[in-house]
């Protein structure tokens, strides 16, 4: 049974850092094609410091962590068309650290005017700081997933040999 249960698990495990993975690795090809896409003027419309709190469980304690994140949006023209995004980075931007976040919105403030590039095949899509810092596909939570699904199966395994016959 043990092995039915774990191996089930890391399987689960494994299927998310998959999942995890590929939206990571998605992200990383689109901040590497962006350093290529033409660039517009933009104007900052908003700029602003939000706050989300997600809340993790251990055991029988439940930790909730705030997290800040930029809400900066700008909106700029490619062939007679405005379009309005919020795409600062490919990057994760948010931080448990507020004074980051503070840092990198005080770089756009209302009415500031910035360069975007965008997707030539998609205008919508734009980002104020195109490359692939900080968008690698394996970040700790893939590798932690990746390994927790392993070693699942493999204590279900070790179980079900060891266990009673």
């Known amino acids: 049974m043990a092995i039915l249960f774990l ?3 890391g399987v689960f495990f494994i299927l998310m850092g998959l999942w995890l993975y590929w939206r990571r690795a998605r992200d990383h090809a689109k901040a590497v094609a ?6 517009a003027r933009a104007r900052v419309t908003a700029s602003s410091v939000g706050a989300t709190t997600e809340t993790s469980s251990s055991g029988n304690e ?30 994760e931007l948010k931080s448990a650290f507020r004074k980051k976040i ?15 590039a965008y997707d030539p095949g ?3 899509e734009s980002v104020i700081e195109p490359g692939a810092k900080g968008t690698s596909p394996f970040n700790f939570n893939v590798v932690f997933l990746f390994a927790a699904g392993v070693v699942s199966i493999i204590a279900g395994v070790v179980i079900q040999i060891a266990g009673p016959h």
């Open 7 to 9: 191996g089930g698990l």
């Open 34 to 39: 962006a350093s290529a896409w033409p660039r």
């Open 62 to 91: 439940t930790i909730d962590v705030t997290y800040y994140v930029p809400q900066v949006w700008f909106a700029y023209e490619v062939g007679g068309t405005t379009y309005q995004a919020s795409r600062i980075s490919y990057a």
């Open 102 to 116: 503070d840092d990198l919105v005080a770089k756009y403030p209302v009415g500031a005017e910035v360069e975007v």
């Open 122 to 124: 998609s205008p919508a």
